[in-house]
């Protein structure tokens, strides 16, 4: 699996979830203690966040990792 498939799939997944849950990108970076701007880096797959940023993003969303990071759809 390349960088960029995976980049591509979190940064859809990210966004897809973001939107379920109806909150802006200030809303979320600030719960995951991230700026904006670097929020919408990730989800325009321009920034690769490190697990602790993804862990805070989770968190602040109220989903496990896979939901947003799917190992099984990777394996595809």
């Known amino acids: ?3 960029e498939k995976i980049v591509e799939i979190f940064s859809a997944n ?3 979830e973001r939107a379920r849950k109806k ?3 200030e809303q979320l970076a600030e719960v995951a203690e991230i700026t904006t701007e670097y929020l919408s880096k990730i989800e325009n797959g321009k920034a690769c966040p ?11 969303l ?3 990792i896979d939901k947003l990071l799917p190992l099984d759809e990777l394996r595809n």
Request: charged share 10%.
């Open 1 to 3: 699996m390349n960088k």
């Open 14 to 16: 990210l966004r897809a």
């Open 23 to 25: 909150y802006t990108q």
């Open 50 to 60: 490190t697990i602790l940023v993804i862990t805070n993003i989770a968190l602040a």
């Open 62 to 64: 109220g989903v496990n």
